[in-house]
């Protein structure tokens, strides 16, 4: 059967199940070969509607089709519903193409999850490409989805890791049965759209003259024929929505064009369409990623009288766009329309040109920058580092953002970083920069003021950790001392009262009677004398413990006080030193008191000696540190053997020296490098 009698069949068929049934009936007769030929046919002719019947009796009749060529269905199919139905009966080599198309710009991003999903569920049943497909709808979550995409894409990544469908939000829609969807009778047929029809044919009675001139009947000619057309009905008079499609020049405006799928826009004919249409038929040809169709409206465009610099302005839109997508002959075919003295960005499109051209040349250097962001083990080696390296002496330039980039990647590797930083001070000095201004300077001091905060609140924790420990300790060992002291108590509370009231041991029972007076009365005082010295001991050893109770407590107290005063912020001498200067200052309360520094020659000597940026920094820290400023703060220490002088970082490998003490001026020492540090504490002692 030729392609254009299946094609007539399809047109005329319902979309019932007998109907449907009747399809797949004649699908049968067709070999494998001749059913994909017809496929290709419909997705070249654009038969959206003809398609999704298709597809219902590929999927009744449980018919195999090449996967490839299944999935391409999907760019014009008009109810993606139907496009689901046949991927029942396919097998694991589906997954591929529909991950390209998860991907295809020329479908909507409805159809792009539609495909993803579709992949995941196949991998599910089938046990195998998983991971790739996760992979796939990680990047389609990245991206801007509606609300319902969002739902589907997040529960197909639950379902791949639970490895099941079962009771998911998706197994309703992926496991529906195509003899339960199609309607036994054909459902009726309305006219109504999404937009306001008018009618394609003049209105006639049934009884008047044809239309067509045939003299007959309306009835008995031509009403049947244009039933079928109000189906089709336009928001144009005596157009159907088909032909405005095909021909969007017969008509004004741009609305059509702008709700053009892919497949629709190629197939328009640059030629017939007015300035507006081919404006709008370029940017939407440029939304599918349809280059080719994009230039060729320009083109014409630019042939239209008044629209000539119009056209080329988009023509650098669409290099651009060209060369992202890596097709380098579309590329240079819009350069040879653009004029060369009208480049935006000549350098960096020529780079583009070249890269593309001379791919296996950056090939290397792509590998070592993939092997340093997916390699963990970092004791084999930074290729960031050596890249740098490889760069320092050829490429400055290269070799300064190599650099950067392999200190943000090791922030904390502070030797391997000084190292780094000195090739990124000689390759500013050779491209004429400012040795010291290199904004990496700010991230790694960034960094190490960090790093130092980090560790001070290890040690802080460490401290409170053994605090916490010794108080537990101290709190078990204060019970134990007073339950021993409850039992003392309660024991001399006993024997006292059995010494009030007489109770004491009588004399043995093999006595004679005439010694037993003598004898009981002397065992008598004697156990009376036992007995008071106990309660005197137990006396004593209570106060014992009740003065070791008090220090015990005492101590818990002192503990735990000093515990609380390491878990808050400390201060420096000097801040304590300024809010004393603030409680001393009454006549305005509200002020901090400001030190107005006083700049030694040697400092002024030292500025002068090193780079501006430097100096800029130095006197934003000695600024910083007479105001009180926070983080300026932050970064002062005092030195543990002159109490009155205080370093401060400025940059990483300088350090700010200045004498403050309360009650005399801030002087501004000197300015160091911090490997001179010992010499210079020396040397300020003798």
């Not at 029942?88 to 710009?105: G, H, N, S, T």
């Not at 400023?629 to 350090?655: F, W």
Request: net charge negative; charged share 30%; proline share 4%.
């Amino acid at each position: 059967m030729r392609h254009q009698e299946l094609l007539n069949v399809l047109r005329t068929s319902d979309r019932t199940y007998p109907g449907v049934a009747a399809m797949a009936d004649h699908l049968d007769q067709l070999s494998g070969d001749e059913l994909t030929q017809f496929i290709e046919f419909l997705i070249a002719q654009g038969e959206d509607k003809a398609m999704g019947l298709l597809l219902n009796a590929i999927a009744l009749g449980r018919i195999q089709i090449h996967p490839y060529i299944l999935s391409q269905t999907l760019k014009i199919v008009h109810d993606i519903d139907d496009f689901t139905f046949p991927f029942r009966e396919q097998d694991a080599r589906a997954i591929d193409p529909l991950l390209e198309l998860a991907f295809a710009r020329d479908i909507s991003i409805e159809r792009n999850v539609l495909a993803a999903t579709l992949a995941a569920e196949l991998a599910v049943k089938f046990g195998v490409q998983q991971g790739e497909v996760k992979k796939v709808l990680i990047k389609l979550q990245n991206k801007s989805l509606p609300l319902e995409g969002k739902i589907y894409v997040q529960t197909t990544l639950d379902c791949l890791e639970n490895n099941s469908y079962q009771d998911s939000l998706l197994s309703r829609f992926l496991e529906r049965d195509i003899h339960q969807s199609l309607p036994k009778e054909r459902p009726p047929r309305y006219i109504a759209q999404e937009h306001t029809v008018r009618r394609p044919v003049p209105k006639i009675g049934r009884n008047d003259p044809c239309h067509c001139g045939s003299g007959k009947k309306y009835k008995k000619c031509c009403l049947q024929k244009d039933q079928e057309l109000f189906y089709n009905a336009s928001p144009y008079a005596g157009l159907t929505m088909s032909q405005v499609i095909s021909s969007p020049g017969m008509v004004e405006g741009t609305e059509v064009i702008s709700n053009m799928r892919a497949y629709q826009i190629k197939k328009l004919n640059p030629e017939e369409l007015k300035e507006d249409q081919l404006f709008a038929a370029y940017r939407r040809a440029d939304v599918f990623g349809l280059h080719e169709i994009a230039l060729n409206m320009l083109l014409e465009l630019r042939d239209r009288p008044g629209k000539h610099d119009f056209a080329l302005d988009h023509m650098h839109d669409l290099l651009y766009a060209a060369l992202e997508a890596g097709n380098l002959e579309l590329s240079k075919k819009i350069k040879h329309f653009l004029p060369q003295d009208d480049f935006h960005d000549q350098n960096i499109k020529q780079f583009h040109f070249e890269l593309l051209e001379n791919k296996d040349l950056f090939m290397t250097l792509e590998e070592q920058c993939r092997r340093s962001i997916t390699e963990n083990d970092m004791g084999s080696g930074n290729n960031l580092v050596d890249l740098a390296h490889c760069f320092d002496k050829t490429f400055p330039a290269l070799s300064v953002v190599f650099s950067r980039a392999a200190m943000v990647e090791q922030s904390d590797a502070f030797l391997d970083n000084e190292v780094l930083l000195e090739i990124v001070r000689n390759a500013r000095t050779d491209l004429d920069l400012d040795t010291y201004a290199d904004p990496i300077e700010d991230i790694l001091e960034w960094a190490m003021d960090m790093h130092d905060q980090d560790n001070e609140l290890e040690e802080k924790e460490k401290v409170i950790n053994e605090l916490k420990q010794k108080i537990f300790e101290g709190r078990r060992v204060a019970v134990h001392k007073d339950r021993e002291l409850r039992e003392k108590e309660r024991e001399l509370k006993a024997l006292s009262k059995k010494l009030e009231e007489g109770s004491l041991p009588g004399p043995s029972k093999y006595v004679q009677p005439e010694q037993a007076g003598t004898q009981g009365q002397g065992q008598g005082q004697e156990n009376a004398a036992r007995l008071k010295r106990r309660i005197e001991q137990l006396k004593m050893e209570i106060r014992e413990q009740q003065q070791e109770r008090r220090r015990l407590h005492q101590e818990l107290e002192s503990k735990e006080k000093a515990e609380i005063q390491r878990s808050l912020p400390e201060k420096s001498e000097h801040e304590m030193s300024s809010t004393q200067d603030e409680e001393d200052a009454q006549d305005v309360p509200a002020l901090k008191r400001v030190h107005i520094p006083v700049y030694t020659e040697q400092f002024k000597k030292s500025c002068r000696q090193i780079s501006a940026g430097i100096g800029a920094k130095a006197l934003r820290a000695a600024t910083g540190f007479a105001t009180h400023d926070a983080p300026t703060l932050r970064q002062s220490k005092q030195l543990e053997k002159i109490s009155s002088i205080y370093r401060i970082r400025v940059g990483i490998n300088y350090r700010l020296m200045v004498r403050w003490k309360k009650g005399e001026d801030l002087e501004i020492l000197d300015l160091i490098p911090r490997q001179e540090m010992d010499n210079w504490i020396s040397n300020y002692v003798a």
